[in-house]
């Protein structure tokens, strides 16, 4: 995995502004001092019983992890444990204590309020989920989380919950559809409707989100907003998992980020933006499990985009993203006379630097007028800055919205050789570039983060 200080530089290359790290690495923390980035950082599961016994020991972790590097690392959250009531269940008596234990130490650093503490919750304590009205978390797990909950209302801190529409489709058994769940347009007979609220629902991840708001009001707390702390789609899976596809991946994470960002909200809560985190930054290819467990990140280890988001109309949210990129290509079945002349054109008094045509050299291959002419063409069109009227080239040549580069040869129009290396990174050129990561064990550090008000990014679960 790439080093810290490689970690944040591709963050600020891709200008991610929030991100979450599963424990309080130092070196991370240090990596990440000065750069101004919000950070959650967590209290790891092997640690929460300590914790929960000890005030003594909760403020020496405060102390070695948080105090050690305000206020130059701006964290502003600790998640103390991770989904505790599913995973590690016979550390759930004492989650609240460990919850209140790093309160009072932050509390008496003045820390408090700009530290806010929570635990992140995997949905399925959810049961019944829908319709959302009728949803309710587990009984069983009532006696932790009424005061989990008093808690979060007292601290003015939020629900952490962990939100994958991935896992409810695949569990569904065909109940759930694709679209609904890859947050694809669905015609108004195909949306879910609430019998009880009748509020429409239509994609997975807002139905949710509901339901723990709806769960939450059912124990008498209404005003305890929710951040999702995960979500995300693997973009490869074992042949039992035929859904787990760079198409869906890209589809979902695209459709999030622009959902999260026109700060909609949810049918039950349309004023209210769920900040929220994709996960995850960096695929794990050293992770045991089924391929689909490796293959969540935006980026591989080398920084390179898995694929690229398809985002326009949201801003720019990653360096990588898709905003208003095109691109200048050769057409097909045109003139050859026509199109050699608007080749020699481009090269010549055009001024575009065909170097890299040249025999022996990125481009050359193939070595066809057509493949040559759009390398020219995409160079001179991004070289006038896609101005109105410079990929026309006498009717030969058309815009298009997919990359036509290709092994080596990198078009401009996708970064070409003036991408930078930013600590063993290749970033595209970006104005305002940024990105961020996170992970669970040793190898991966951290969340993205998208957030609903400001257009920010991080990563290993993005908070939107």
């Not at 980035?37 to 102390?63: C, R």
């Not at 978390?137 to 919950?161: A, C, E, H, I």
């Amino acid at each position: 995995m790439p080093s810290p200080t490689q970690v944040v530089g591709l963050l600020k290359a891709q200008n991610i502004r929030h991100i979450r790290l599963y424990d309080a690495d130092r070196a991370m923390l240090l990596a990440l001092a000065n750069t101004g980035i919000h950070v959650t950082v967590s209290v790891p599961n092997d640690q929460l019983l300590g914790i929960g016994q000890s005030n003594a020991t909760a403020a020496n972790w405060v102390s070695r992890n948080v105090l050690a590097h305000v206020p130059a690392t701006n964290i502003t959250a600790i998640a103390v444990g991770s989904e505790v009531l599913t995973t590690l269940s016979n550390a759930a008596p004492i989650l609240v204590s460990a919850m209140k234990f790093i309160q009072s130490a932050l509390v008496a650093s003045n820390l408090d309020s700009q530290i806010k503490v929570s635990t992140p919750h995997s949905s399925f304590i959810i049961l019944d989920s829908f319709p959302p009205s009728q949803a309710f978390f587990n009984r069983t797990w009532d006696p932790v989380m009424v005061p989990l909950l008093k808690f979060l209302q007292s601290t003015g801190s939020y629900l952490m919950l962990n939100v994958y529409p991935y896992y409810d489709y695949m569990q569904s058994n065909g109940v759930i559809p694709l679209d609904y769940a890859l947050f694809r347009p669905l015609p108004p007979n195909k949306e879910a409707v609430d019998a009880n609220t009748l509020l429409h629902y239509t994609n997975v991840f807002d139905a949710i989100v509901d339901a723990a708001y709806f769960s939450m009001s059912y124990l008498n707390f209404t005003n305890i907003p929710v951040v999702v702390t995960e979500s995300g789609w693997p973009s490869k899976g074992e042949s039992s998992e035929p859904d787990a596809t760079l198409d869906n991946a890209n589809t979902f994470n695209s459709n999030l980020i622009k959902h999260v960002l026109n700060n909609t909200g949810t049918p039950k809560n349309p004023r209210i933006a769920v900040s929220t985190y994709i996960y995850e930054l960096y695929n794990e290819d050293l992770r045991p499990g089924p391929t689909s467990e490796k293959s969540w990140g935006l980026f591989d280890a080398s920084g390179i985009p898995v694929y690229i988001l398809h985002l326009t109309g949201s801003g720019t949210v990653l360096a990588n993203d898709t905003t208003n990129q095109t691109y200048c290509v050769a057409r097909d079945g045109v003139d050859p006379k026509m199109l050699q002349a608007a080749l020699d054109w481009a090269c010549g008094p055009g001024k575009v630097d065909c170097s890299p045509l040249l025999q022996g050299q990125s481009c050359y291959e193939p070595d066809t007028v057509i493949a040559h002419s759009t390398y020219a063409f995409d160079a001179y069109y991004h070289r006038m800055a896609k101005a109105e009227g410079t990929c026309n080239f006498n009717g030969v040549a058309s815009i298009a919205t997919t990359d036509p580069s290709h092994g080596s040869c990198r078009f401009p129009g996708s970064g070409g050789r003036n991408g930078t290396f930013v600590n063993g990174t290749e970033l595209a050129p970006s104005s305002n570039s940024t990105s961020s990561g996170c992970s669970s064990q040793h190898y991966y550090y951290g969340d993205a983060f998208v957030r609903s008000t400001v257009v920010v990014l991080l990563l290993n679960a993005m908070f939107l």
